[in-house]
């Protein structure tokens, strides 16, 4: 059983940085994509980052040049480094693997405020 767990977040002020670490246990050296996902209040969840099998990287335009995804497959972790974070950052963040189905972690609240 595949399961995911986020750390990392918390609070920062604006232009400031933040990790986000997704652990994974279970089967997941086969996956088609791993990825970071954020979820605002009164919004639909929405794509930050992911990494495809082969290696293929994509950020939504809103991170490009902000975030960094990484993975290390021998430690079955997924990074997230966010640097000159906004107010509109602000969410919860999820960790996501499609292993021929999606798993989601639990999330981990990113808030970016003075």
């Known amino acids: 059983q595949v399961q995911l767990v986020e750390s990392g977040g918390g609070l920062v002020q604006p232009g400031g940085s933040l990790t986000l670490s997704c652990a994974g246990s279970g089967s997941i050296s086969g996956f088609n994509t791993m990825g970071w996902y954020r979820q605002a209040p009164g919004k639909q969840r929405e794509m930050v980052a992911f990494i495809n099998r082969f290696g293929y990287i994509n950020y939504a335009d809103s991170v490009k040049g902000r975030f960094t995804i990484s993975r290390d497959g021998a430690k079955n972790t997924m990074i997230l480094q966010m640097n000159s974070l906004k107010p509109e950052d602000t969410a919860v963040y999820y960790c996501?693997?499609?292993?021929?189905?999606?798993?989601w972690g639990q999330g981990t609240q990113v808030t970016v405020s003075s």
């Open positions: 996501n693997v499609d292993i021929g189905r999606n798993h």
